[in-house]
């Protein structure tokens, strides 16, 4: 799998909700788990680990049913949830990249206990699977979104942007902002007020991190090389600080 097929794929993804429930081979399995196994994290100090289900190991509030899901757990440290978000991003875009329909759940959880797992805390699952619908868009049109004038006041750089505004988030709120410069991308997300926050808090972090992902292979197809700072920097008003992005 390389960076350029991920890519690609940003801009025809979409989630799926139907599922044909016929388990996945043995080799396309452990091709998806080996993948895995490669995952790039934002901070490399943050444990965490996946594990793969099957449907009678999920509970789920929404009538979605896949064959396999695919769910983290997390040390709870500073930026862990944006750091999920980064990482099972890169399992959603392999997924459709191998043709395979997956969608994020914010409301599903395990079942079962997970061996290993530690007193690591259980983030958020993807389920996956083969699907009778087509798996991808045809048209960027196809997706429901802000504009980038919307979501950002940085110029200049329209189609390494557009990777974020495109990004899939829970309820579709794209809670995302981007402002800085085109050398140092200051991403930030709206703050929730109370009645919101104890509800949203959780998945709107992981949506940055998604986003920061779509970002990351944006910049690496356009030959940029780029770093992570987490150091606390001013957001504009309404929204708070998650990430600034130096690129060169
Ligand atoms: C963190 C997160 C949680 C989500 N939880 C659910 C969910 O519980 N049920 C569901 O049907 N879709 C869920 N979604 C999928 C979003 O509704 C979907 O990504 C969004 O509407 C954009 O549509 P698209 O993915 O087809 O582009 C979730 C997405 C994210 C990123």
Redesign the pocket.
């Known amino acids: 799998m390389t960076n350029s097929q991920l890519y690609s794929t940003i801009f025809k993804?979409?989630?799926i909700?139907k599922y044909d429930l016929t388990p996945l081979d043995t080799k396309t399995l452990a091709e998806i788990k080996e993948y895995s196994k490669h995952l790039t994290p934002v901070n490399k100090d943050i444990k965490y680990q996946l594990s793969f289900l099957n449907a009678d190991d999920v509970k789920?509030?929404?009538p979605?049913k896949a064959p396999h899901y695919v769910c983290i757990h997390s040390e709870k440290k500073d930026g862990y949830l944006l750091n999920a978000?980064f990482l099972l991003q890169q399992m959603d875009l392999y997924f459709s990249v191998n043709n395979l329909g997956s969608?994020?759940?914010?409301?599903?959880k395990p079942t079962k206990e997970i061996p290993d797992v530690n007193n690591m805390e259980f983030v958020?699952m993807i389920a996956f699977g083969r699907t009778p619908e087509n798996v991808h868009r045809s048209s960027v049109s196809e997706?429901?979104r802000k504009s980038l004038a919307d979501i950002t006041n940085v110029t200049g750089m329209d189609d390494i942007l557009e990777t974020i505004r495109?990004a899939?988030?829970?309820?579709?709120s794209q809670p995302w902002y981007i402002c800085g410069s085109a050398e140092e991308l200051i991403v930030c997300r709206e703050s929730l007020n109370f009645i919101k926050a104890p509800i949203l808090g959780k998945?709107n972090q992981?949506?940055i991190g998604?986003a920061l992902y779509h970002l990351y292979l944006a910049l690496d197809h356009n030959n940029k090389k780029v770093a992570f700072d987490l150091q606390k920097q001013p957001a504009p008003k309404g929204y708070e600080f998650m990430i600034k992005v130096k690129v060169n």
Not at 103 to 108: E, K, T, Y
């Open positions: 993804r979409k989630s909700r789920n509030l929404f979605i978000g969608c994020w759940l914010g409301m599903a958020i997706f429901k495109i899939p988030s829970a309820t579709n998945n992981i949506d998604i």
